[in-house]
């Protein structure tokens, strides 16, 4: 039993980290283009503020078409671990508890353990959706907590300006943050973050769903294309939900130290010690009204919703090819 849950935990991981990484190259210039729209902190309608046609425009102009794959490297080095802990934290907690995971077909038929004198239960079976949204909480936590240093990076890679000194690759960014800033830059935003693991509590469930009513009474896998159906809907809803954390997480990660926000009437800048969750959505709300926290989110269903599709579906596939193979 145990010789098969290791099968089943590492079948996991490596079909994760397959889906992280299809999905984190074909989709890499659109993360681009809505982390610097969630970045920019002018006003729509401002001097200075670049829509989406505007980034392409200026970025293809000074980078070429590499800068629309700016920070690809620490994209894959976060997206790699993050899917694989991810789906392998999320298929251990539901086998735990007598779900079958993602890539395997649930039999109709399937005989679920008795109560037990010890106190276990047949949660599956009586509590499908609580046990959908607590395994995607806590395998969200898990891979958030351990990746966001890469995370940080990334969106540091995504928005430097012209007239920054560039990073030259990973590693170097690394080594200018903790430099300049400290270990604790590569846990800015970090918080929203966890606070964002409300969307894989939405997104999860919802695609395990989905995926049950077209499944009905069958047997047989499911179709490529409904599973993209099922998990397009499924992120679709997530992100709509729980965009503005995206927004807040990205401020974050962007701030260099010292900090200056504002100009007072003579002239002077005006810098903030303060600099976590609430000031931010404050500034963001006082300055750009509420619809600052919803900036790049056509950007971000343009790339979460197909991402997200091409992640599962390479995900259940290779399940199925790696579980076959047994």
């Given amino acids: 039993m145990q010789k098969r849950k290791a099968k089943w935990t590492a079948n996991s991981m490596l079909a ?7 999905a984190s190259i ?39 078409v590499r800068g629309m794959y700016r920070g690809l490297g620490p994209t894959i080095l976060g997206y790699l671990p993050t899917m694989a802990i991810y789906f392998a934290v999320y298929d251990g907690i539901k086998t735990r508890f007598g779900e079958p995971p993602l890539g395997q077909v649930p039999k109709h038929d399937r005989i ?27 395998a969200g936590a898990a891979s958030t907590t351990c990746t966001n240093p890469l995370w940080v990076i990334k969106t540091r890679f995504m928005t430097q300006s012209r007239r920054e000194v560039r990073y030259r690759h990973t590693y170097d960014a690394a080594l200018a943050i903790y430099r300049t800033e ?19 509590a939405v997104q999860f ?20 294309d409904t599973i993209l159906l099922c998990s397009g809907i499924a992120k679709m809803s997530a992100s709509i939900a729980t965009y503005p954390h ?15 926000e504002d100009a007072s009437s003579d002239g002077m800048v005006k810098t903030h010690a303060r600099r976590g969750i609430i000031y931010i959505t404050r500034k963001i709300v006082q300055k750009e009204g509420w619809t600052g926290l919803y900036k790049g989110l056509s950007v971000n269903l343009f790339r979460t919703v197909p991402n997200s599709a091409v992640t599962l579906l390479t995900y259940e596939l290779l399940m199925r090819h790696l579980t076959a193979q047994q």
């Fill in 246 to 260: 995206e927004v807040v997480r990205t401020r974050l990660q962007t701030l260099r130290l010292p900090i200056a």
């Fill in 26 to 64: 074909a989709t890499c210039p659109l993360d681009v283009i809505k982390t610097k729209l969630q970045a920019q902190r002018t006003v729509q309608g401002q001097q200075g503020y670049q829509g989406v046609l505007d980034i392409v425009k200026t970025t293809l102009k000074h980078d070429g």
């Fill in 112 to 138: 679920y353990p008795a109560a037990q004198p010890k106190g276990y239960q047949p949660v599956m079976r009586d509590h499908p959706w609580t046990l959908h949204i607590l395994s995607a909480m806590i």
């Fill in 182 to 200: 400290g270990i604790r830059a590569f846990y800015r935003g970090l918080l929203p973050s966890l606070l964002g693991i409300a969307h894989v």
């Fill in 16 to 22: 994760g980290a397959g889906g992280g990484l299809v």
């Fill in 205 to 224: 469930p919802l695609y395990e769903k989905l995926k049950m009513w077209a499944q009905g009474d069958s047997d047989a896998p499911l179709r490529s």
